[in-house]
């Protein structure tokens, strides 16, 4: 069993730039590929970024140029890097941990708001 717990959103005025962590408990976490998900009012569920144990990252189309998705393997934690918030970017941010053993393995952080308004 894998527990993650995010941490860093708030408030912030579009514009401005927030810093998503996420702790990890998990052996072998340099493993997993981790990522970072959003869900807004009314609206399912979306990728963010994800990044692989290798390194390897990928973005949504909508925050490449704005968003970096990093992992700190010694420490367990994944981070999303924001800048140049939008509105738009307003939602519950959730970490997922991914782990591919003959099945699927998905395990997802309780999330953190975030919230883009002047």
């Known amino acids: 069993q894998v527990q993650l717990v995010e941490s860093g959103g708030g408030l912030v005025q579009p514009g401005g730039s927030l810093r998503l962590s996420c702790a990890a408990s998990?052996?072998?976490?340099?493993?997993?590929?981790m990522g970072w998900y959003r869900q807004a009012p009314g609206k399912q569920r979306e990728l963010v970024a994800t990044?692989?144990?290798?390194?390897?990252?990928n973005y949504a189309n909508s925050v490449k140029g704005r968003f970096t998705i990093s992992r700190d393997n010694a420490k367990k934690t994944v981070y999303l890097q924001m800048n140049s918030l939008r509105p738009e970017d307003t939602a519950v941010y959730y970490c997922?941990?991914?782990?591919?053993?003959?099945?699927?393995?998905?395990?997802w952080g309780q999330g953190t708001q975030v919230t883009v308004s002047s």
């Open positions: 997922n941990a991914h782990f591919f053993d003959h099945m699927d393995y998905d395990y």
């Open positions: 990044i692989r144990s290798a390194g390897s990252t």
């Open positions: 998990a052996s072998g976490f340099s493993l997993y590929a």
